[in-house]
């Protein structure tokens, strides 16, 4: 005779879900077009975007990159968190600053918080 296998009980299968969704929308991602397509929505607010570093350069842990997510680039401002290497994957959490906008082009940075 085989022994019974406890189920989880329906409540505790919603309750771990609900927990994943709140876990996957602390780490959502932003595209950078969005970024860039609506800089006063964002302007002063910590956001997360992740891509490719494209271009960087630093010195003593302080530096500045740019960064490709296939939507658009931005650049990301590190202070005392080094820059990563040209190529290498990233995920950075910082503060979008809208600089300026000319002949329709929005330029902005991001100054990183956490990578």
Known sequence: MKAAV???????HIAMAGLALLLAAGCATTPIRQLLAEPGRYDGQTVRVQ??????????????????????????VSRGQG???????TRVKGTFQSVFSFMGRNIAAILQTES
């Open 6 to 12: 406890p189920t989880p009980s329906r409540p505790r």
């Open 51 to 76: 891509g490719t570093v494209t271009r960087a350069a630093g010195v003593l842990g302080t530096g500045a990159y740019e960064l490709d997510d296939g939507t658009g680039t931005i650049v990301v």
């Open 83 to 89: 820059v990563p290497a040209q190529g290498a994957r």
